[in-house]
């Protein structure tokens, strides 16, 4: 088998170097499944379990590196493929099958808000009239759309109303964000909205964790008034529901809204504090520093408050990958190794794979990793040069390597998600990060400690600065003249390229790895060629678009709004509905 043979030869030269590759060839796997245009049956599901078992036996008997490595890139392509079929079975639940109006009752697991910015509940143990239990969705989706509702919501509460609840809706456009599928992954079968008051229903159970994370984020609220304390609960707890669409958009176009994802740099930016501030207080016992290892000692401490934090933010995706990637550093540091490296990063991206296979499409997952494997790199290479520094200067120039690194490894994906390219996205990060790390972060951590004894204000207030500075920075930048670029959305090839052509660059050892920079050059050819479908019509056949030679003409000025701005941001068009309905060759009066 010459293939073989000669895939065998090339690997054989990264020996040492092939662990990161792990969840690279994991990821193909799932990645494969979830592209596919139809539900692979069990003769595929079949063939992937006995492809993982072949290329397991392959693995244990062969002799060379680079079989061995050829052997488990097949049984790992293979177990992906495997894992995103099950994971997608075990989480089945019924979806609604027809638009709904009438009685909704069921507990609230989730508050947030939805694409209209109104406040949005997500329900479990759902009873619709008419439906039979085996045919009601496990969870459904609920924005409020009226006023004057009678109960504040609280997760656990169960409440009662009337809805008009449909199927979730599938893609805007072909190629677009999947919410069908996203919902499915969730559990959710049914979205929808009421216009009158939700009510508090007998029954329901408590949910203590999201009652404590609700509860927090309300007292941080209340102390911190508006979109202060919005992204107060955001950073603390992960409680976005104070968030209005309106900042939310400000902090995009400043290339900030990272700040509102509990990830690595609110996870690392924690731990490296509670790390440091146990080692100064047992520093200041003789008796305990004599004869204790404190780096240990501070780790195992800094390693539960990092749990804790994850539990109480809520456990997203970001999160998760920040928590394993602290902990395998706190970790290593316990055991005298060293703390952060790819490996590290890959043994998380493997976790994250193994447990939420979908995760590997969602623009937290992309981003979250890319951005720390161009750190992680970045740093190994400019490691020397950087301790050059003069250390009045390090954490500047730190903070800029940092920036630069981060916003080079995330640009393509969040242009390619997001449709935009925030002009003065570096400047904006320089400005605004170093108040998450000596304020925001720390004001959160002073707060934590001294609620107990009724002076988490004096956190609050700390946070309140630095909070109020980075929403300053974000409104500055947005009001700045076109603080974004526009782009279109891409062909489906070349994110895999992107991500591809960035890992052979960071990972593979020799002169092949200009490999990298032929795929990232030829996806981004792609890109600037794509062609946008020329008609594209709702789902519902309401509304339409077609290119115009001035842009998509929208045959209504309103109506439809999620499925009109994704055609137009999905166009690299800055355009709303309205302007884009009154563009030559529009009908007139429709929509109106």
Not at 534 to 558: K, M, N, T, W
Request: proline share 7%; net charge positive.
């Amino acid at each position: 088998m010459p293939v073989w043979s000669w895939a065998s030869r090339v690997f054989e030269r990264q020996s040492g170097h092939l662990f990161p590759w792990v969840p690279v060839a994991l990821g193909a796997g799932v990645g494969l499944w979830l592209q596919l245009p139809f539900e692979p049956g069990v003769a595929s599901h079949g063939a992937a379990a006995a492809a993982v078992l072949v290329g397991a036996a392959m693995f244990r008997r062969a002799g060379g590196v680079g079989t061995r490595a050829v052997a488990a890139a097949v049984a790992l392509v293979a177990a992906g493929f495997l894992l995103a079929g099950v994971r997608a079975h075990v989480v089945a639940a019924p979806v609604l099958g027809h638009r709904y109006h009438g009685a909704v009752e069921g507990r609230i697991v989730a508050i947030d808000r939805s694409w209209s910015d109104r406040v949005r509940l997500t329900l479990d143990e759902v009873r619709l009239d008419g439906i039979a239990p085996e045919r009601t969705p496990a969870r459904v989706r609920i924005a409020l759309h009226g006023a004057g509702h009678s109960v504040l919501p609280v997760p656990g509460m169960r409440v009662k109303t009337t809805a008009y609840l449909a199927p979730p809706s599938p893609p805007v456009e072909p190629g677009g964000f999947d919410f069908r599928r996203d919902a499915w992954f969730r559990g959710i079968g049914a979205v929808g909205y009421t216009r009158v008051p939700v009510l508090r229903a007998a029954g329901g159970r408590n949910l203590p964790v999201s009652r404590l994370r609700h509860a927090i984020a309300q007292e941080i609220r209340a102390a911190l008034p508006g979109a202060t304390g919005g992204l107060a609960a955001a950073v603390a707890v992960g409680d976005r529901a104070g968030i209005e669409r309106s900042v939310a958009d400000r902090l995009r176009a400043a290339n900030l809204s990272h700040l509102l994802a509990i990830s690595g740099l609110h996870m690392g930016l924690l731990v490296g504090l509670a790390f440091g501030v146990v080692r100064f207080v047992l520093a200041l016992v003789p008796s305990i520093s004599l004869r204790l290892d404190t780096r240990r000692v501070a780790a195992g401490v800094a390693l539960v408050i990092a749990a804790a934090y994850l539990v109480l933010s809520g456990a997203n995706v970001a999160t998760e990958r920040a928590f394993i990637m602290a902990a395998i550093a706190l970790i290593a540091i316990m055991l005298g190794r060293r703390a952060l490296t790819l490996t590290a990063v890959a043994v998380a991206a493997t976790a994250i794979l193994a447990l939420w296979p979908e995760s590997l499409t969602s623009p937290g997952f992309q981003m979250s990793f890319a951005a720390t494997v161009g750190l992680v790199a970045c740093f190994e290479a400019l490691r020397d040069r950087l301790l050059a520094v003069p250390r009045l200067l390090r954490p500047a120039v730190t903070l800029a390597v940092a920036s630069v690194a981060a916003g080079l490894a995330t640009a393509p994906i969040a242009a390619a998600h997001f449709n935009q390219i925030p002009r003065f996205g570096l400047l904006a990060n320089l400005a605004a990060v170093p108040a998450m790390g000596t304020l925001v972060m720390p004001g959160a951590f002073l707060a934590a400690v001294l609620a107990p004894l009724g002076g988490e204000d004096v956190g609050l207030w700390l946070m309140g600065l630095g909070i109020r500075w980075i929403l300053w920075v974000a409104e500055f930048v947005a009001a700045l003249p076109r603080p974004t670029v526009p782009v279109p959305m891409p062909p489906p090839q070349v994110l895999p390229l992107v991500a591809v052509g960035g890992l052979i660059l960071v990972l593979w050892q020799g002169r092949a790895r200009v490999a990298g920079a032929v795929l990232l050059a030829i996806a981004l050819g792609l890109w600037v060629r794509v062609e946008r479908p020329p008609v594209l019509i709702s789902a519902d056949g309401r509304l339409a678009g077609v290119l115009g030679a001035e842009g998509r003409v929208i045959s209504a000025r309103r109506g439809n709004g999620f499925a009109a701005e994704g055609w137009l941001r999905h166009d690299g068009d800055g355009a709303g509905q309205a302007e884009a309905a009154a563009r030559p060759g529009a009908v007139p009066g429709r929509g109106t």
